[in-house]
Structure formats: structure tokens, C-alpha cells
């Protein structure tokens, strides 16, 4: 089984449809959860950490099942600029030092039509 | 906004070539990793290195790969002997609290 699982899509939807993500992984000893947004060749870059009450940044929501490693990630009125891959990732503490090794998806490709 | 510094932005060498790929990570950062992306698939983690040693490796990185901070500002990932499969995006990055990543040196091995 993958570590962290994603539906590679893609997804092609209209300017101002909303849509979701999924993501599944498998280390129930991650600690730490987090959407990233990656264009074509270049660096993934946070869109936001995800927590277990669930959060909310503008038009995107991501939430936590910790009981069935599940996150999500919801985008409401899509822009064309939200045309993207969006990766799911997961971290685990790393040695004594606490620090992290990230554990990325395959990531979901999104088309945002005009 | 500070920024990770990767250079060159793209290398091109022959299968066999040793290649340095160079990073400067933000200044007040203490953790420094590397990360590869072969075309088309996922990122992956490579090595993270703490007060001057590595804190883990991926199955990966192994004796062909070496990491070092030679002067106390760059992070360097060195690749002794490279292969055809070595060609891929090497991203580096730091954290303090969250990570930062470099914009990336496509490695073309041919």
C-alpha cells in the first residue's frame, strides 16, 4: 500500500465549480498534515497545514479523520490560477531531533476551465 | 520574503560524471534536506542533515550520494558516479519551523 494515496485525476471543472480532494495514508504514527500546490516544474509550495478540527483559508477547507487517515482538501468558486497539481503530504518525526521527512502524494492534477 | 537558492538551474551531464548540485539554505534555518522528483512522479525524499550530520536517509540515497555544508552557508548534495535514472528535479530545503523550498536543479544525465 502507498504511504500517502491520491486520486491523480485530473480533475477539469468550470471557473466557480467547487471541488474535492481526497487522500489516504497509511503511517498511522504521521504526525503532521499538509496541502502543497505545485505548477508544472517547479517547487511545491505550502497551501496549508491541515489540523484535526479542520481549517479554513479563504476558498479552501481541509480537514482530518486521524481514525481513518483521511484528509481532504475543498476549493469553492475555482479560479483559473487555481490550475495546479496539489499534493497531499505527510510528515513523521525524524531521529531525536524531532524534525520532519515529508512524504508526499502522486498529487492530483486540477484543470480550472473558463 | 527569504528565500532556498539552488544552483545551477539545470545541469546536463554525461552518465559516469561526478555532479555538486548547491543550495543556500535561509540563514536562521538548522534543518536542511534533499528532495528528487523524477519527471512525472511523486517527490521524494532524499536525506535531512542537523548540526553538521545526516539525521536520516531514504533507501535512496545511497554511497553514490554525499551531502555536506562546507562553509556554514551552503548545502551541497554530491553525486559521485551518475546514472541515466539519476535524471530528475533535486529540490532542496530548510525549516526552522515550517519548510521552504528551493525553486529546484533539473539534472539531465545522458
Known amino acids: 500500500r502507498k504511504e500517502v494515496e491520491q486520486d491523480p485525476g485530473p480533475f477539469n471543472v468550470p471557473e466557480g465549480a467547487t471541488v474535492a480532494f481526497n487522500c489516504t495514508y497509511s503511517?498511522?504514527?504521521?504526525?503532521?498534515f499538509f496541502w502543497y500546490r505545485q505548477d508544472c516544474r517547479k517547487e511545491p509550495k505550502l497551501l496549508m497545514s491541515v489540523y484535526s478540527s479542520g481549517n479554513e483559508d479563504g476558498r479552501f477547507t481541509a480537514q482530518l479523520n486521524r481514525a481513518s487517515q483521511y484528509i481532504s482538501l475543498l476549493i469553492r468558486d475555482s479560479k483559473l490560477s487555481d490550475s495546479a497539481t496539489y499534493l497531499c503530504v505527510v510528515n513523521k518525526k525524524v531521529g531525536d531531533t524531532g524534525r520532519r521527512a515529508l512524504t508526499f502524494g502522486s498529487g492530483t492534477r486540477l484543470q480550472v476551465q473558463p | 520574503e527569504p528565500e532556498v537558492t539552488q544552483t545551477p538551474s539545470h545541469q546536463v551531464t554525461q552518465m559516469g560524471q561526478e555532479v555538486i548540485l548547491r543550495c543556500v539554505p535561509i540563514s536562521n534555518h538548522l534543518y536542511f534536506y534533499w528532495y528528487r522528483q523524477i519527471l512525472g512522479q511523486k517527490v521524494e525524499f532524499l536525506v535531512s542533515?542537523?548540526?553538521?550530520?545526516?539525521?536520516?536517509k531514504s533507501e535512496i540515497f545511497d554511497d553514490q550520494f554525499s551531502v555536506e555544508r562546507p562553509d556554514g552557508s551552503n548545502f551541497t548534495l554530491k553525486i559521485r558516479s551518475t546514472k541515466l535514472e539519476d535524471s530528475a528535479m533535486y529540490f532542496c530545503a530548510s525549516s526552522y519551523s515550517g519548510y521552504t523550498f528551493g525553486s529546484g536543479t533539473r539534472l539531465t544525465v545522458v
Open positions: 503511517n498511522s504514527a504521521s504526525q503532521s
Open positions: 542533515f542537523y548540526n553538521n550530520e545526516i539525521s536520516e
